[in-house]
């Protein structure tokens, strides 16, 4: 018998551990939180349909645009 969580329930505990303790695997601050969702979306647009790529696009525009506002710059 096979005792183990699938890769999606692994993924899916370690997901729950990461916003209990307010990571995102090792990255804890939000810089390196953001960059590693930058990271994620790069390697996974040249698999998405291309309206998903456009949507990402979109909310890293509005996502910066976001930043830029609240740190004046």
């Given at each position: 018998?096979?005792?183990?969580a ?28 953001e ?26 525009r ?7 506002c609240?740190t004046?710059?």
């Amino acid at each position: 018998m096979n005792t183990t969580a699938p890769d999606h329930a692994a993924a899916l505990l370690r997901h729950f551990a990461d916003l209990r303790d307010r990571t995102h695997g090792d990255a804890v601050s939000r810089q390196a939180k953001e960059r590693l969702f930058h990271q994620a979306v790069t390697l996974l647009a040249p698999y998405a349909p291309r309206s998903r790529r456009v949507r990402a696009a979109e909310v890293l525009r509005e996502r910066h645009r976001q930043r830029a506002c609240r740190t004046g710059s």
